[in-house]
Nanobody, 124 residues
Framework: QVQLVESGGGLVQPGGSLRLSCAASGFTLDRYDIGWFRQAPGKEREGVSC????????YYADSVKGRFAISRDNAKNTVYLQMNSLKPEDTAVYYCAATSSWEIPQDHNMYNYWGQGTQVTVSS
């Protein structure tokens, strides 16, 4: 059974850091391009960061450039999202997803497999 499980969310103060993990089971993660998306209440799902499986090319939304970093550990079948200098506007449910198509990595419609999401709340 193909499954993605996110972890690492929580409550953090502005300026703080969190590291999200996306662990895969039922398939080999390094054969897929992986994206992190987020969705805040009343807003559309937004592509935050993506990593290509073949050459490690990455994508970052302008709103997170310089603060977030995506990485993968193929030995652990896991992709990470390091989030630093967090802001209240980063508050959302964060999802990881997998696709075999890198055409438009920030487009959530391109992704076949999704995790259940993890809540990130940035508040003082």
């Amino acid at each position: 059974q193909v499954q993605l499980v996110e972890s690492g969310g929580g409550l953090v103060q502005p300026g703080g850091s969190l590291r999200l993990s996306c662990a895969a089971s039922g398939f080999t993660l390094d054969r897929y391009d992986i994206g992190w998306f987020r969705q805040a209440p009343g807003k559309e799902r937004e592509g935050v960061s993506c990593i290509n499986s073949s050459d490690g090319t990455t994508y970052y939304a302008d709103s997170v450039k310089g603060r977030f970093a995506i990485s993968r550990d193929n030995a652990k079948n896991t992709v990470y999202l390091q989030m630093n200098s967090l802001k209240p506007e980063d508050t959302a449910v964060y999802y990881c997803a997998a696709t075999s198509s890198w055409e438009i990595p920030q487009d959530h419609n391109m992704y076949n497999y999704w995790g259940q999401g993890t809540q990130v709340t940035v508040s003082s």
